[in-house]
């Protein structure tokens, strides 16, 4: 892929930070599930926790493929710090495309403290796949709204300075419809955060469950038009599928990386393991995945970029990576052998962080449902 001088640079930029300072600390905060609070603070002054929001926003005005980019190299070392990312930017993008729906309210981008990031909560215990099974309740009292409800594996909720929620509006509206979305400062009486959950991978990512009980939010806080929740949340959740597959993408080509420089030095048999064909062909078949994965992600960019329709394209992006990311992440076990599955290398944290981009930002499974769809014109 052809990189704008822009690209390239902003490129250079993450590759370098991503090895100088998260590949020294990948390891432990593995182990331990301890959320990088200095180098997310040191991201945030990079401009990499608001890459693709205009500067008029507060963001750095870059492009989508700029925001990929970045979001696959700190992967690359990393899935946690490129989730952590890739969980913010989409919520950044989210709101300002609801502001210029109508909505006034002004995020407290800026947060407070050490909360300074902003979340995003449409999931719930009988609300995965079926987005539109949301129970939260917000009922309106005068100027305010009152919502009542849970929402379950929200990503950064620790560190949010406010989430965007979906609530159900009209309690008489059936499926997806009925559903709004509002701003939630997480300061407010009667919204708590739950204890972070303990994860397979992804575990220095903050994900927990929330818990709202009359929390009541000013008029101003509903994000466009009452009633229309469902819908930008698919759009944003269309926008959120490239960045799972740019960290899918990420985590394939670390792990890619790490099996092919030990195949060259390892020895059996009297030679290089990687001369044996065994060898040589699950390295073919990696790269090649690999490259797929990576035309269809930025072909995602591109027509999101371009400001043409790409949810089918993000779909097909995120599906192919994510799965690819768990083929390219096994094979570099099977490489390493008795090494690979062990911590002294990082494919069996890769490939544990892998799984999760086959659930997170739906399933693969809704993935060929919405490219079915498309395809046969549903
Ligand atoms: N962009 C804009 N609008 C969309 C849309 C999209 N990507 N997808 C659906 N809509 C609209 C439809 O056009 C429809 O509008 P009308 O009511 O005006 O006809 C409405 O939303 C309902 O759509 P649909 O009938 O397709 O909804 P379904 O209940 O069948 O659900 C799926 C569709 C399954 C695709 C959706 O629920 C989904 O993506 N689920 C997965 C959720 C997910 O990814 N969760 C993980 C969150 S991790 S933060």
């Known amino acids: 892929m052809q990189l704008n001088e822009n690209q390239s640079m902003i490129r250079q930029m993450a590759r370098d930070f991503a090895n100088a300072k998260i590949a020294p600390i990948a390891h432990d905060i593995d182990k331990h599930g301890t959320f990088p609070e200095a180098t997310v603070r040191e991201m945030g002054e990079l401009g990499f926790m608001g890459l693709s929001v205009p500067e008029a926003y507060g963001g750095s005005g870059a492009d989508i493929t700029s925001y ?19 969980a913010q930017q989409p919520r950044l993008l989210a709101h300002r495309r609801l502001r210029h729906r109508g909505a006034e309210t002004e995020v407290p981008a800026r947060g407070r403290g050490r909360k300074s990031l902003l979340s995003f909560g449409l999931t719930e215990a009988g609300a995965g796949s079926d987005a539109g099974g949301t129970r939260t309740t917000a009922v309106r009292d005068g100027d305010h709204w009152v919502l009542n409800g849970s929402k379950m594996w929200i990503t950064n909720s620790h560190y949010a300075a406010a989430l965007i929620i979906t609530a159900k509006t009209d309690p008489k509206a059936t499926g997806s419809r009925g559903i709004s979305a509002f701003i939630v400062d997480t300061d407010t009486p009667g919204f708590t955060v739950e204890k972070k959950e303990d994860k397979l991978g992804m575990r220095a990512s903050d994900t927990a469950p929330l818990t709202l009980v009359d929390v009541r939010v000013p008029h101003a806080n509903l994000l466009g038009q009452e009633g229309d929740g469902f819908k930008y949340f698919m759009k944003t959740l269309d926008g959120g599928r490239i960045s799972i597959a740019a960290v899918a993408l990420g985590l394939a080509e670390g792990a890619l990386a790490t099996a092919r420089a030990y195949a060259r030095q390892r020895e059996q048999f009297g030679k290089a393991i990687a001369e044996f064909q065994a060898i040589e062909f699950m390295i073919a078949d990696m790269v090649t995945q690999i490259q797929a994965s990576r035309l269809l992600t930025y072909e995602a960019c591109r027509l999101k970029d371009a400001g043409e329709d ?67 014109g549903l």
């Open 310 to 376: 790409f949810g089918h394209m993000s779909a097909m992006a995120k599906l192919h990576s994510s799965e690819t990311a768990m083929f390219v992440t096994d094979r570099a076990i099977q490489i390493l052998g008795g090494y690979g599955y062990t911590t002294e290398y990082p494919v069996e944290r890769m490939y544990r962080d892998a799984k999760l981009c086959t659930i997170g930002e739906g399933t693969s499974e809704i993935q060929r449902l919405v490219i079915g769809r498309y395809a046969l």
């Open 68 to 86: 990929a980019l970045v979001v696959e190299e700190l992967s690359r070392v990393c899935g946690s710090h490129g989730l952590t990312v890739a």
